[in-house]
């Protein structure tokens, strides 16, 4: 597993990168009540701001942690938001990314760096 300072995770296998928030994110958030999705097959470059996270204390955005194609986004967590509070780094996953280059990963955290930086 990899991290952003964003407060993703990002868990690849096959060039297929699965996004979703760290249970710290969602913490922050409190009790998420609407997640927007971005579209399957949607192009997105590093940094664009592709999902959109409500919660009872706030909105925010997830950005593309990567370059590449959207090949399936998690509509669960659409119809039920809630289970991102139950389940943010499992079930509750966001989107998956056909990445177009796997060595942006390299600029992600590992465990023991996102730890020391969240404190």
């Known amino acids: 597993m990899k991290y952003t300072e964003e407060h993703e ?3 690849e296998a096959d060039g297929i990168v699965t996004v979703g928030i760290t249970a710290h994110a ?3 958030l409190g009790d998420i009540v609407f997640v927007e999705l971005p579209e399957v ?3 997105v470059t590093k940094d664009d701001e592709i999902v959109v996270i409500e919660s009872v204390k ?3 955005d997830i950005l593309a942690p990567i370059d590449g194609a959207i090949v399936e986004v ?3 967590i659409a ?3 809630g289970k991102v509070n139950e389940d943010p780094e499992g079930e509750a996953w966001f989107f998956k990314v056909r990445a ?3 060595s942006q990963l390299d600029e992600c955290l590992d465990e023991a760096a996102y730890k020391a930086f969240i404190g």
Do not use: C, F, K
């Open 9 to 11: 995770w990002l868990d």
């Open 26 to 28: 969602a913490e922050e």
């Open 41 to 43: 097959g949607a192009e």
């Open 58 to 60: 706030a909105a925010s």
């Open 74 to 76: 998690n509509t669960a």
């Open 79 to 81: 119809d039920e938001p």
């Open 100 to 102: 177009s280059d796997l």
